[in-house]
């Protein structure tokens, strides 16, 4: 059910006409006034869509989100910005909001202008199918090469976290990953929801990648309705956060499993490095090595090309702490590399599953991440798609 | 004719033993002591042939050149080590130099052991058949998955620069890249190779890249014989300068073309940056992007993912600097962004060679990258080949 599994919540999925024959537009609100937060791509070429939603949120406590799929409505200039704010006021004035309540997310082609009439259609038709069983359609609106819809739904003591996203291409951290809404009726305070949303991206959504391309798009939202009548307590708050982490690692962990041209999904995990930083850039730059990802696509344990890319992983302008003879390395629990000795053994990358535990014997930072297979149809999708 | 093309060098390319019927042992030498320099990958994993020859090259000027392709002896322990110093000992022995005057470099799998045995038989074959006409078969033993042999050679007025590389795979900047022996008989005084070869490898073997990969062993090696008859001046120290950045820009654009699984070569044009770091960081991050080299695979001028890539160029533990409403986009000379707006054009990405000029519209930084594209049989290669 998604975005509508909580409380307080309505959404639509439509076909607006921006593609052909797919729903292509969502409309998700609180019925209620709440609070909610967004983290961004990092990209320094922002959509439109993504400048005028940050605007709106440094103004309003959101309230509602339109989303079109098939235009990115990026590297759009002033038009795209007039468009995307032009969305946003036709949402809010069919819901009975302020524009600055809406935020409004695109993902597909870049450089197309967006389809504004087409947009104000779609909103005319996904306003009037506002329902609290809509959650299904919005999550098949917003995707564009995924093969299936994601959503994640984690009831807690008497609240809920509900959620979906999008993902395929140009799947990599900073946010500049994919589009996700996350709703929830857990009471917070103006102001509050991104210390809880912080948390919850980064070991999540900001530790996956497919491609380790970064879009000029993508975003996590989280809207709360408060409609659950929960008593806030200290313990309350944790299990809130618990369950927040858990529908975003579900549902990175789909986009990642549903790679565009995914095989198989590898874990990353970098343990002993000096700091936390040092092991999160070696495990990205392990998880965005196409020699990796090609290895594993043909199911070779081929751990010198790990090595490879544990060394050369970029870190405060030069690389990141690696001494091979200190260094540890595992496919599946079967050591390949142990104390920088090779065991010579052939451990089996059979499965649709792949953990890699390379532990670096420098210090005590951890990190990890989630990452696919480099396959031929990675390379047909993006040999043909237009993004 | 390649190493063997200066006067005063000798060379044999022998089949070893090492890889299957396929000539797989190099050995180079300046028949007189001369001097010499070289560069070497940034990975902190340095295979064992990089350790060993960086220490001889801090104690001698190098006057040999012994390479094995098919195992790279790295992630090898101190058992490689002791491997790449006895291949050293041999072919000192051979030759009548002492061990720290022979440069000893390996490509191939890692992880493997050095089969020191057929290493050390080979190279008294490829000893005695050294001569001044070893060069071709020299330049044909380093390579792996290459499809041909990468030679070059420039005459100067009394004074001739030639070189061999090999390529293919983990080839990406910062002498991560691949192994390339270049050759002069221009009069060089001891230590004062480095510089020249730094200034003429920093735009040329540092600034291509196929995979955004970056291996254990790879190196640019330069010996000066001193054999011309060359009275040095200012004027044909440039004369030098520019024969050898000829060579290395030959030898490095013939590794791009022959980049696994290439089908296309792109060359990355950026202007206008805040700084000419900031143009290599946003250069390279375009030419590494999958998305983008996808693109190129499909003849598709898809500029929105050039875009994307330059808006998220790791640059300073931040990103680059990027307006997207200053930045201008050309395909083969076809503008398909002026100062932000779109163009709606179409340009043709149909040759073998695709030119993208990025003009950031900040200040005065260039840099150009070479790229090749992403193919079905990039990841074909590299599913099944075990580097």
């Known amino acids: 059910m998604s975005v509508t599994s909580a409380t307080g919540f309505e959404a639509a999925g439509v076909h607006a006409g921006i593609r052909k024959e ?36 440094a103004l309003a406590e959101p309230q509602a989100v339109a989303i079109n799929s098939g235009v990115a409505n990026a590297a759009t200039g002033e038009q795209g ?5 032009a969305t946003a006021v036709t949402a809010a004035g069919l819901l009975g909001l302020q524009p600055e309540q809406v935020i409004v997310l695109s993902t597909g082609v870049i450089g197309a202008p967006l389809p504004l009439g087409l947009v104000q259609s779609g909103l005319e038709v996904a306003a009037k199918e506002l329902s609290t069983d809509g959650g299904d359609d919005a999550a098949e609106a917003i995707l564009t090469t995924d093969t299936h819809a994601k959503t994640a739904v984690v009831h807690g003591n008497g609240f809920c976290v509900g959620g979906m996203a999008k993902g395929s291409g140009m799947i990599h951290p900073n946010l500049a990953t994919m589009l996700a809404v996350v709703t929830t009726d857990y009471p917070l305070s103006p102001g509050e929801a991104i210390d809880f949303l912080r948390p919850a991206v980064e070991p999540t959504f900001n530790a996956i990648t497919v491609d380790g391309d970064c879009s000029t798009n993508d975003a996590v939202v989280l809207l709360a309705s408060g409609a659950a009548p929960v008593e806030r307590t200290p313990a309350s708050d944790q299990a809130f956060a618990a369950a927040l982490l858990d529908v975003c690692r579900d549902l990175s962990s789909q986009i990642v499993t549903d790679g565009e041209g995914a095989t198989l999904v590898a874990e990353i995990n970098v343990t002993g490095a000096i700091s936390a930083t040092e092991a999160k850039a070696i495990a990205q730059r392990i998880a965005t090595s196409p020699l990796v990802k090609t290895a594993l696509f043909g199911h070779d344990a081929n751990w010198g090309r790990v090595l490879m890319a544990a060394g050369s992983a970029p ?46 014997g420098l210090g005590a930072g951890a990190a990890s991440y989630l990452t696919s297979d480099l396959s031929y149809d990675y390379v047909r999708i993006n040999a043909s798609y237009r993004s």
């Open 315 to 360: 870190f405060n302008g030069g690389y990141a702490h690696v001494e091979p003879a200190r260094i540890s390395l595992s496919y599946n629990g079967t050591a390949v590399l142990v104390g920088g000795v090779p065991q010579h053994t052939e451990p089996s990358v059979d499965g649709a599953v792949c953990t890699i535990d390379l532990d670096l």
């Open 81 to 85: 910005e007039a468009d995307a704010r």
């Open 22 to 57: 797919r729903k292509d537009l969502a409309l998700i609100r609180s019925v209620a006034p709440g609070t909610g937060a967004a983290m961004w791509t990092q990209n320094r070429v922002l959509a439109a869509p993504v400048v005028v939603s940050q605007q709106h949120l």
